[in-house]
């Protein structure tokens, strides 16, 4: 199976040389640097061919060739570099990541999904606070060392894309989805495009308001949504009832043997399932408020489905269904409108993933066609080394045949 690694001309050739000693070709294929701004009109006329999706967060970096129905061929893992103050330093486990797959698969473009601010061309990573990016240009760094085409976007705009296509979202042409892990983000699909703003950093609803002078948010305001309906939210809450030695409590500070500082959202969610009053109606809490914030989004975007993923959403209906409970009673209008529907995501941690990979297929044409380019070009190259070899080899006279020869033979001299 050839890879992109195969685009580079054969040594032989690259040893050849003009008149002039120059060498012909080089080892590795020039990088691709034609990425454009804009999606392709549909993905229905990407081309069905493998890509790799990168899934960047604080913690991870999850790599996979996905093919063109969404399943994954082959997945990589690696631990974000403790220097990853250094955007260097995590390039490098991207493309490494990257490399290590295309040995084994035809990879023809390369997507991005990032915790962060991306910019609306998809090229600078604005801000993203787990890896200290500011105005970084992810984009054209990554395409300068890898011969595909690269796309970079916001990690919950991959994950609502892949949810669109392959996910709870199917059918739907106005989708909202929302992102529930230490934070909120969010996503907004209309008629099969990502609208990400005019400047690219649409959807973060974590960051709206809903309690004036509230709780304070690392971003500097008070009563942002994520600081009552996220696993912050969730894991403070929990963590202030333990400390002040709620008899409700005593389930969990039994549990972490009194170690307030291992309460973890997964660890509610699960004593929840197993029955603890207290995680029950902790997880409502956060549900409502998620309802609450819903019931906003519904007002200002009236979409028709809303898809809620990220890792709280772990907890499924011990949260979802209080946050359809909340949305039915703050809905603006309710009663004389329809209801958008609120499901659960199905594409799970992977979603990112899948998601950067698909919208990378949009692109992958390109390469597509430089590669028939390239192949054209190797091929002028061989025939005209060929052609040099012939021209510079010692030429021999060819024998004379004694059928055909009339000539008289000279006396010698």
């Not at 260097?88 to 601010?117: C, F, K, N, Q, Y």
Request: proline letters at 6%; charged letters at 25%.
């Amino acid at each position: 199976m050839s890879t992109y690694r195969d685009l580079a001309f054969p040594k032989a050739l690259a040893n050849a040389t003009r008149a002039g000693g120059a060498p012909i070709g080089s080892r590795r294929a020039p990088a691709l640097r034609t990425v454009g701004t804009r999606e392709r009109r549909s993905h229905l006329t990407a081309p069905r061919v493998p890509t790799v999706g990168i899934d960047i967060g604080g913690t991870k970096v999850m790599a996979g060739v996905v093919d063109a129905d969404g399943q994954i061929l082959e997945k990589l893992r690696a631990e974000t570099p403790d220097k990853s103050k250094s955007p260097r330093v995590v390039e490098d486990t991207i493309v490494e990541l990257v490399l290590d797959l295309s040995d084994r698969h035809d990879v023809h473009a390369v997507g991005i999904g990032a915790a962060g601010w991306v910019d609306a061309d998809r090229n600078r990573v604005l801000f993203a606070p787990h890896l200290s990016w500011r105005n970084e240009p992810l984009r054209d760094r990554l395409a300068g060392r890898l011969s595909v085409p690269v796309l970079v976007d916001n990690d919950a705009n991959t994950a609502a894309w892949a949810e669109w296509r392959f996910g709870a979202g199917r059918g739907e042409d106005h989708l909202v989805m929302i992102t529930l892990g230490t934070g909120i983000g969010g996503a907004i699909l209309e008629d099969g495009q990502v609208k990400r703003g005019k400047y690219g950093v649409a959807g973060e609803f974590g960051h709206m308001q809903v309690v004036p002078g509230g709780h304070r948010c690392p971003c500097g305001n008070r009563g942002c949504w994520e600081q009552y309906s996220s696993g912050n939210a969730l894991v403070r809450e929990a963590r202030e009832l333990a400390a002040a030695d709620s008899p409700v409590a005593y389930g969990i500070i039994e549990h972490v043997k009194g170690q307030i500082s291992d309460i973890t959202g997964p660890m509610i969610t699960e004593l929840a399932r197993e029955g603890d009053a207290m995680c029950i109606e902790l997880l409502q809490d956060i549900g409502q408020w998620l309802g609450v914030g819903i019931a906003n989004l519904a007002a200002a975007l009236d979409p028709s489905c809303f898809v809620i993923g990220g890792g709280v959403s772990a907890a499924d209906e011990l949260l979802i269904a209080p946050a359809r409970d909340a949305f039915k009673r703050h809905l603006t209008g309710r009663g004389y409108r329809p209801e958008a529907r609120i499901v659960r995501a199905q594409l799970g941690p992977e979603a990112g993933m899948v998601g950067a990979a698909d919208l990378a297929r949009l692109v992958a044409r390109r390469f597509r066609r430089a590669k028939r380019r390239r192949v054209e070009r190797y091929e002028r190259y061989e025939r005209y080394a060929e052609a040099l070899r012939t021209a510079t080899s010692p030429s021999t006279p060819p024998s004379a045949s004694p059928s055909t020869s009339t000539s008289t033979p000279r006396e010698p001299m």
